[in-house]
């Protein structure tokens, strides 16, 4: 069965300090993995896919196949990053994207 | 063109009544989506369209729930006899364009059931 677990429901990290939010997936073959963002007040918005390999806001994100992981992280976190962040995925040849349940993370002055 | 659009934003109903929302998607996105999103969680798949074709639909669909794209373009999502369960943000998403697998989502509509 197609699953996303992000462990964390929230995640504090003082300004400047590295971010990491985890998550990891369950699929039977090649997915496709996504991060999408949430601002407050905002709509859900895609920030980076595997696929693409970029950075995005400072952000990037490995495929681990052999972990089944696809961990976002980012150097120096900054105030603006403070955000929901859901991961997701998508089968090849599926255009349904399952999302995990997010991970708030709050950005510390 | 102002990306995905929804209505009503927000929404009361009492147990047992029926409610509809609808979403226009970004102009000639091909691919639909409906999710619905409960505190706490992330959004929930529960059915998407190809143009005017149903291609899945969630065992979450329950038989209450139906939706609708009949011209290809708006689409409609009824919910009949309405539980507090149903009680939820139902969010819309559309895809099309260059960019596979890049779905763009509405501001969802909040469906309070008291």
């Known amino acids: 069965a197609q699953r996303v677990t992000q462990p964390e429901k929230l995640l504090s990290v003082f300004k400047g300090a590295p971010v990491e939010l985890k998550c990891n997936y369950s699929?039977?073959?090649?997915?496709?993995l996504f991060w999408y963002v949430q601002y407050s007040r905002q709509r859900l918005q895609l920030l980076l896919r595997?696929?693409s390999r970029e950075s995005i806001k400072g952000f990037t994100a490995d495929l681990n196949k052999g972990e089944t992981s696809f961990h976002l992280k980012k150097p120096f976190a900054q105030e603006e990053d403070s955000a929901m962040y859901y991961c997701a995925l998508s089968g090849v040849g599926d255009d349904k994207i399952i999302f995990g349940k997010g991970t708030r993370l709050h950005i510390l002055p | 063109d102002t990306g995905v659009s929804q209505n009503p934003r927000h929404k009361i109903t009492k147990r047992g009544q029926n409610v509809t929302f609808r979403c226009d998607p970004i102009?000639?996105?091909?691919?639909l989506y409906w999710y619905r999103q409960t505190l706490g969680q992330g959004p929930e798949f529960l059915t998407y369209f190809q143009n005017e074709a149903q291609l899945e639909k969630s065992r979450l669909l329950s038989d209450r729930f139906s939706a609708e794209r009949p011209k290809g373009s708006f689409s409609t999502l009824e919910i009949q006899r309405t539980e507090q369960g149903d009680s939820a943000m139902y969010l819309c998403a559309s895809l099309g364009g260059g960019s596979r697998n890049t779905i763009y989502f509405g501001e969802g509509s909040w469906l309070t059931v008291v």
């Open positions: 595997h696929i």
């Open positions: 102009s000639e996105h091909n691919r």
């Open positions: 699929y039977s073959g090649s997915p496709e």
